[in-house]
């Protein structure tokens, strides 16, 4: 019964070791725009035992902040801008872009971001992003943003940076329902209060496994050491 019991408390300390690296994680990006938070839970696959840790991506959309900077862009509810990368198109859900010195439209790492026909570049003086992605520069249509979704939101990968792997699921999300918002930017859906509050909760249940854990060291030394000896 003591050596059951230790393999079921290590298995716990190993679920809060990891819990604590995802939710510390999410703190440190809280001020991240646009950053969405991993969350970890208990699967139980079917044929086994025990539960095992399942790390999802949480892409419930976060708060849209007003920056009035006409390059800055948010999506509102779902969807993902599309981004050319050295690895392939990504997605990012939007942020502070800008225009490089080609006149490119680029996110922030100069990664050129993708309309209906390619990059998007843009030159003119006055820079308008409608609602349902199309550009007008000096009020003449100069493209239409890339807005895509997926079938499978548990297949959406991070790459680090903002970006996201598409799945095979991937399509274009219909016009009608596409909602970008110029001159905002979304940000993070994590509560760092509520997620420092986890960590204090986790840190403690992890001491408490701890101390279960010696406890029942202790008892099966003494069924070895004492017990076995009558």
Same mark, same amino acid.
């Given at each position: ?51 095992? %840790? !399942? ?5 419930? %959309? ?19 801008? !599309?981004?050319?990368?050295d690895g392939g198109e990504r997605w990012t859900r939007g942020g502070s872009l800008r225009l490089d ?27 308008? !992003?409608? *609602?349902?992605? *199309? ?19 548990? $297949? ?12 095979? *699921?991937?399509? $274009? ?38 101390? $279960?854990?010696? $406890? ?15």
């Amino acid at each position: 019964m003591p050596l059951r019991g230790i393999i079921n408390t290590a298995r716990s300390l190993s679920f809060y070791t990891k819990l604590q690296e995802v939710t510390a994680n999410n703190v440190a990006n809280a001020n991240t725009d646009g950053f969405k938070a991993d969350r970890l839970a208990g699967h139980q696959i079917p044929g086994t035992e025990h539960a095992v %840790p !399942v790390q999802k991506i949480d892409l419930e %959309p976060g708060r849209l902040r007003d920056t009035g900077r006409p390059l800055d862009i948010a999506l509102d509810g779902v969807g993902f801008l !599309v981004v050319q990368t050295d690895g392939g198109e990504r997605w990012t859900r939007g942020g502070s872009l800008r225009l490089d010195g080609a006149g490119r439209l680029t996110d922030a790492h100069g990664n050129s971001i993708l309309g209906v026909g390619g990059p998007v570049v843009l030159s003119g003086s006055k820079i308008e !992003v409608k *609602s349902d992605g *199309s550009i007008l520069v000096d009020d003449a249509l100069a493209g239409t943003l890339r807005v895509e979704t997926t079938e499978n939101s548990t $297949a959406v990968k991070k790459e680090g940076a903002g970006r996201f792997i598409p799945d095979a *699921s991937r399509r $274009a999300l219909e016009t009608e329902t596409v909602n970008l918002r110029q001159g905002a930017v979304e940000e993070p859906n994590v509560d760092p209060l509520l997620s420092m509050v986890d960590l204090i909760t986790i840190q403690r249940a992890y001491q408490s496994s701890m101390d $279960a854990l010696r $406890a029942l060291d202790g008892a099966l030394a003494t069924v070895t050491n004492e017990i076995g000896r009558v």
